[in-house]
Each structure stands twice: as structure tokens, then as C-alpha cells.
T-cell receptor
Framework: GNSVTQMEGPVTLSEEAFLTINCTYT??????LFWYVQYPGEGLQLLLK?????DKGSNKGFEATYRKETTSFHLEKGSVQVSDSAVYFC?????????????FGQGTELSVKP | TAGITQAPTSQILAAGRSMTLRCTQD?????MYWYRQDLGLGLRLIHY???????GKGEVPDGYSVSRANTDDFPLTLASAVPSQTSVYFC???????????FGDGTRLSIL
């Protein structure tokens, strides 16, 4: 079946530190991959996406590369800010012929200290 | 600002009572979804609708029902609430089923 596994949180970093949040997936076919971010008290917002192998999604200094050989989509940022404190969700989209719905990881809480 | 509106923002409900969570989108998206978010479990799909007039069951549909009478509205009903339905509920929409989803701000529901 299809599933997404993220590293457990919470992750606590100092401002300007390097961030990696690991995400691996299991899927049949060729899913699209997403990272969503949830700030306190809000809904999820799309952060970045990649639709095929070796694609790199990027937004607001965050990057993730679709690695088919390792079935991974790790989220990275070179220098985090306090404002990046949030919960990050990795997700995959099943192909349309499998219903096309998103499957989410359990979320990783990031806390950035000044 | 275009987007998804959920109501109410929060609610405390006695067990056994019924409740309808409202969701309206103004983006003319074809697909809509209801999720529940529980600590350590991420988001789990309750029900979805790929287009107006159709609905389908997600991972955790028991105890919930939905309808999709038009493109914009996708209400979620709890016919007889139980404490295990205490959760934060998110409505989402997308242009088509495998496209990025847009989320509302959620409804925090407590069943006592």
C-alpha cells in the first residue's frame, strides 16, 4: 500500500542552523510528493512539491528532491528562522487511477530558538 | 481573499448529540475533502468528493456523513457524537483529485 514516514519530532534548532526533516514513502506507481506547513492555529499550506523523479521543489528557502532510488523526499533549509517554527507534513498523491488522494505523514514539529 | 471557510471555529458538544461542520470554498474547485487531525497520527481522510453530486469514503468514515449538493459546499455531519470524535477537523479542496490541496483553518471539536 501507500504510506509516508517522517522523522519524529519535536526538532529544536537555534536560529541560522541547518534543517533536515526526513521523509520516506512507499507507493505503487509514480506519486507526486508534497511538503505542507502548519503554523499554530492555522490550516495546512502547501510549501513545495515535486511531480517526478529527480525534480527539486523549492520555496521560501526550503528545498526537497524527489529521490526514486531511495524513495525519499527530505526537506532542507540552509538557515532557519524563528518564524519557521511550525509543524511540517510530508505527503504523497496517489495517481488518478488510484483515486488521486493525499496520504500524509504524521508531521514533524520544528521549534527554532533565537 | 479567496479560500476555504470553515464554521464553527470551535465547539463543545455533548455525547449523543448531532453536529454539522460547515465548509465553503470560493475557488470553484472540483474536489473537496474532510480530514481529522489527531496528535501523533497526522491527518486522516474521513470523506471526499471528486465532483459535485458524488462522495466517497476515506480512511476513517465511520460515524460521519457528507453531502455535496453543489460545487462550493461540503458539510460534514456527526449523527450521534462520541468522545473519540474529539479532534480538529480540516476541510480542503483541490482543482482535481491529485492536485495540491488548499486547507481551511479548522474546527476544534470536543465531545464530552
Amino acid at each position: 500500500g501507500n504510506s509516508v514516514t517522517q522523522m519524529e519530532g519535536p526538532v529544536t534548532l537555534s536560529e541560522e542552523a541547518f534543517l533536515t526533516i526526513n521523509c520516506t514513502y512507499t507507493a505503487t506507481g509514480y506519486p507526486s510528493l508534497f511538503w505542507y506547513v502548519q503554523y499554530p492555529g492555522e490550516g495546512l499550506q502547501l510549501l513545495l512539491k515535486a511531480t517526478k523523479a529527480d525534480d527539486k521543489g523549492s520555496n521560501k528557502g526550503f528545498e526537497a528532491t524527489y529521490r526514486k532510488e531511495t524513495t525519499s523526499f527530505h526537506l532542507e533549509k540552509g538557515s532557519v528562522q524563528v518564524s519557521d517554527s511550525a509543524v511540517y507534513f510530508c505527503a504523497l498523491s496517489r495517481p488518478s487511477n488510484q483515486g488521486g488522494k493525499l496520504i500524509f505523514g504524521q508531521g514533524t514539529e520544528l521549534s527554532v530558538k533565537p | 481573499t479567496a479560500g476555504i471557510t470553515q464554521a464553527p471555529t470551535s465547539q463543545i458538544l455533548a455525547a449523543g448529540r448531532s453536529m454539522t461542520l460547515r465548509c465553503t470554498q470560493d475557488m470553484r474547485h472540483n474536489a473537496m475533502y474532510w480530514y481529522r487531525q489527531d496528535l501523533g497520527l497526522g491527518l486522516r481522510l474521513i470523506h471526499y468528493s471528486n465532483t459535485a453530486g458524488t462522495t466517497g469514503k476515506g480512511e476513517v468514515p465511520d460515524g460521519y456523513s457528507v453531502s455535496r449538493a453543489n460545487t462550493d459546499d461540503f458539510p460534514l455531519t456527526l449523527a450521534s457524537a462520541v468522545p473519540s470524535q474529539t479532534s480538529v477537523y480540516f476541510c480542503a479542496s483541490s482543482d482535481s483529485p491529485n492536485q495540491p490541496q488548499h486547507f481551511g483553518d479548522g474546527t476544534r471539536l470536543s465531545i464530552l
